[in-house]
Each structure stands twice: as C-alpha cells, then as structure tokens.
C-alpha cells in the first residue's frame, strides 16, 4: 500500500493555552495480555515546503482547521514518595485543555494517550494507580477519552526490581483498563494501544511483547486499512522501535520490538509513539521515517538526551561534566500535541510544560520565534517521506559565525578557568562541543595527564539559547600553557572548524 507524506514545517510564533471529544470501543480489543495561564492556539496556513531532491509540487489544500486532537506523553512514574511527579501529570492535563480552548476553530481534546510507565513500581508502591485515577477523574472532561497501557516498571516486582512479576499488570487491569491492549476510533481514526508484558521465564525487568500481541496487531491494522486506508493509523507502544528515532539504538529496542516493526513496516500511514528512554523531543531526530512514522512520545520525567549515535539514561550528567549519556534534568519536560485535519493532513507539536509554550525550531539559522512543527501531508504517498535518514546525508556542516571568540574567565583556581564562546549555528540541530586541551610544549603527548578532552551540550538541552556557551575545564596542571579547541557538532554527528585560543596557568 501506499506510504504517507511527512514533511517538517517550520511554522510562524504561536502563543498558546489549551479542551476535549469521543471514543468508540471496539468489539475486537484484546485482553491478553485548568490552568491560570491561558495560551493561544493560533494554526498557520500550510507553508510551502522546503526544496529536497525528488520532492514533487506540494498539493493545494485548503486552511488547516483541525477534525481531531489528542496529546501524547510518556514515563510519568508516579511513585507516593516523589508528589511532583504527580503535580506534573496534572498541570500536564490542565496544559493540554488550556491549549484546546485557546484555538479558534476547534476546542476539543479527544484524547490524552500516555505510552507506558504510568507509575515507578506499582507493586511496592500500591497507591501509584490510584493516583493516576484521582488525577484524571478530577481533570478530565467527558468528550476525552484515556487510552494508556503498561510499561516496563509495570512488570516490576515488589522484592526486586530486577525480577519480572504479573502482579503490576494484573492490578493494571483492576484499576486502569481490563484490556491491556486497546484498538479504539475515535472521530473515526484507530488508534492501537500495546502493552509491555511480564516475561516471567527469565529473570530481567525488559518485559516483552508476545507472540500472541503481534498477531493480535497485525490483525488490529488489516481492520483499520480496511476501514480507510487514507487515514493515518495511531499506535503506540511503551519500548521504541529498533534504528527509527535518535534513542532507538542497542538495548533500548527490546522485548520483541522487531517484530512490532516488520508489522508495521507494511503500513505507512502508521504513526507510532513510544516512551521508555526518556529522551529529549524538541529536535529533529525525534521522529523518523523509513517505511512508516515514529515519534518520540516525550517523559514526563528525567529527560535524557542523547548522544549522536546511542543513547544512554542511567548516568547522572550535569552541565560541567565530560558525561553526555543523559542530563537527567526535569526542566525541559514536554509532550506532544497531535491535530488531523480533513484532508488527513496531521500536524504535530512539542509543548514545554515548564514555560506552557511551543517548542521552537532547533536550527540556530532560524529566527528564534519560529514554531517546531512537524507534518504529514499525505499519508499514502511514499515519495514525499522528508524524515528519513537521508537528512544525515545532505545535513550541512555546523559553524561559528565570523567573529566568533573563545574565551576564558576566571572566578577561582587558575587551573579551572571557564571556557566561553557563542552558540554554533546550524541548519538543523546544534548538539555538543567537543573541547581538546592540549599543552603547547608536548601536543603529541595523549597521556590523560596531560592531554584533556571534555564534552559539553549545546545550550539549547539547557533551555536558555540566549546566553553564551560556558564550560569549566577542570584538572589543567598549573604553571602550563594550553592550546584549547572547541569543535562544533550537530545532531546529525557533523563537525565545523574548531575555535581556538591558547591559556596559560602560570601564576600570576
């Protein structure tokens, strides 16, 4: 069948606040297994889309006025002893709702989906479910439908995390929903829902995917195509798909999750959400396409980023340190808000719950003020796929603008001055600065001793893209004097031409 059209759009600045519609269940669901500020929702004309090799001439449509929306968000976690994780998942929903009642031509929220990890440990923690009910009888509006499913700290045991137990998805079905897996329409698009199950023949906390559910799924999509295969079709899961989106690598595509993907493969107009590696959704990299759509579904908790071909969150990194596997930092929590229109077109956005504003573009050549907005076109049409791993190819090279310094300040140890230089800019995504310290009397000595090398994230992970890059080379030896190398590098692993300056730790 065909594939869909998904194009990245870079829209003009939104100010938003946020509403609610309907579910239809299906026969066929499986059982195996409002808020003070108010921000506007204004949606820009279909601009025309950026120039790509092989692209045909954009369709005329009319104006985008949306016929459904929902949002998506992951890893919530919620866990009795940590009461912000909750207060996050409310002003979450308050979010979503102010946003809806703020658009001019549709104000409904016809759903909120959460893909997995609802709680930390629902077995240790026997509250956690019924904090996430609380939560949602008290914000939710009766046109929203709920759809979640489990994750794998649902599949946790109460004696040992380590240790898989059906005890979390049991209570699941007793307090959330009595199908763990879900095919539902709602406005007359399906969604599909799949739960991460309790793999209790061996001893790991992964969960899987069972033979059953992949059946089950395949089933789900042959009804769905049949009803109109013009229409996108939503699904979710809790694990990523394997090589899809930046965090989809090594050991984080697990429990079957291949065979989730030679299903779905045969679908383009699905578009798939998924949770798990917390992982950081305003850049480019956070959806791909290849044979269908997937998305980062964007946590509600501990936002990881990753490095450029891997990712990594069970490090704790912080904004001086030569870590990069994952910031670990709540301060650049979002989610995702989904509209379709009539024409099928789906336009999907990043909120910032911290600043209650749309995400912006992530290229630095852009103007500051511009949207990041993803959208699908056409989703039977393959020969307009724009998010595939061909950006790589044709991703220009980051760089410093002319004029450009690095400089050095010191407000302690002459052995530990901080590094400073502007932002890069890129076209895309600014990612890291690989910075080499070398001393100028032994270059080609790289003895860790004496050769230092540090990484540092662009400002953009940090939120504040207004201030200048600073960065604290520690452990220089005294009385040296280094030549430093900050190197650009954007999402895409690219490097630019370095900035580079001699410092002296002499004393003075």
């Not at 759009?9 to 519609?21: E, H, Q």
């Not at 979450?92 to 997995?116: C, N, P, R, W």
């Not at 001393?439 to 090398?453: C, F, L, R, V």
Request: net charge negative; glycine share 4%; hydrophobic share 35%.
């Amino acid at each position: 069948m065909k594939r869909k059209w998904l194009c990245t759009v870079l829209a003009a600045l939104m100010t938003f606040g946020f509403a609610a519609c309907g579910e239809e269940e299906l026969a066929n669901s499986s059982s195996h297994g409002a808020s003070d500020s108010t921000p506007s929702a204004s949606v820009p004309d279909t601009p025309d889309p950026p120039e790509n090799p092989g692209e045909d001439e954009p369709i005329e449509y009319g104006d985008f006025v949306p016929v459904l929306r929902f949002v998506v968000c992951s890893d919530i976690h919620l866990e009795k002893s940590i009461p912000a994780r909750a207060e996050r998942f409310e002003k979450f929903m308050q979010s979503a709702y102010a946003y809806s009642d703020s658009h001019e031509q549709y104000k409904s929220l016809d759903a909120i989906v959460v893909t997995g990890d609802l709680t930390d440990n629902p077995v240790k923690d026997t509250t956690a479910y019924s904090s996430f009910v609380q939560t949602v009888e008290t914000n939710k509006r009766e046109e929203t439908t709920i759809l979640t499913m489990t994750g794998n700290h649902e599949t946790y045991g109460a004696s040992d995390d380590t240790l898989c137990h059906t005890q979390g998805v049991v209570d699941y079905q007793e307090q959330i929903h009595g199908e763990v897996d879900r095919h539902i329409t709602i406005k007359g698009f399906h969604f599909i829902a799949l739960s991460t199950m309790p793999d209790v023949t061996q001893d790991r906390d992964t969960g899987v995917y069972l033979n059953s559910q992949v059946e089950w799924l395949e089933t789900q999509l042959e009804e769905a195509e049949a009803a109109d295969s013009k229409k996108p079709i939503f699904t979710f899961q809790h694990y990523k798909l394997p090589n899809t989106t930046y965090s989809s690598y090594d050991a984080f595509s697990v429990g079957q999750t291949q065979k989730l993907y030679d299903v779905y493969k045969n679908y383009s107009q699905v578009i798939n959400f998924s949770g798990h590696t917390h992982s950081v959704s305003n850049q480019p990299r956070s959806i791909w396409q290849g044979e269908f759509t997937a998305l980062e579904a964007a946590p509600l908790k501990n936002v990881g980023v990753a490095s450029v071909d891997k990712f990594v969150t069970q490090a704790n990194a912080f904004r001086n340190s030569n870590d990069l596997d994952a910031i670990k930092t709540d301060a650049a929590t979002y989610y995702r808000i989904v509209e379709v229109d009539e024409y099928n077109r789906t336009r999907i956005y990043t909120c910032n719950l911290e600043t209650n504003e749309l995400a912006k573009t992530a290229a630095t050549t852009d103007s500051p003020d511009e949207i990041m907005m993803f959208e699908i076109t056409d989703p039977t049409d393959p020969s307009t796929f724009r998010y595939t791993d061909k950006r790589a190819e044709v991703a220009a090279k980051p760089y410093f603008e002319d004029g450009a310094q690095l400089q050095f300040v010191l407000e302690g140890s002459v052995t530990r001055p901080t590094a400073v230089f502007p932002q890069m800019m890129d076209d895309s995504c600014p990612f890291m600065y690989k910075i080499i310290v070398t001393p100028t009397d032994n270059p080609n000595n790289n003895a860790a001793a004496i050769k230092k090398e540090y990484n540092y994230l662009d400002v953009f992970y940090w939120g504040d893209t207004t201030a200048d890059e600073a960065f604290v080379l520690s452990a220089l030896k005294a009385n040296t004097e280094y030549s430093v190398k900050v190197i650009p590098i954007n999402i895409w692993g690219l490097e630019g031409e370095p900035l580079v300056a001699t410092y002296s730790t002499f004393a003075a």
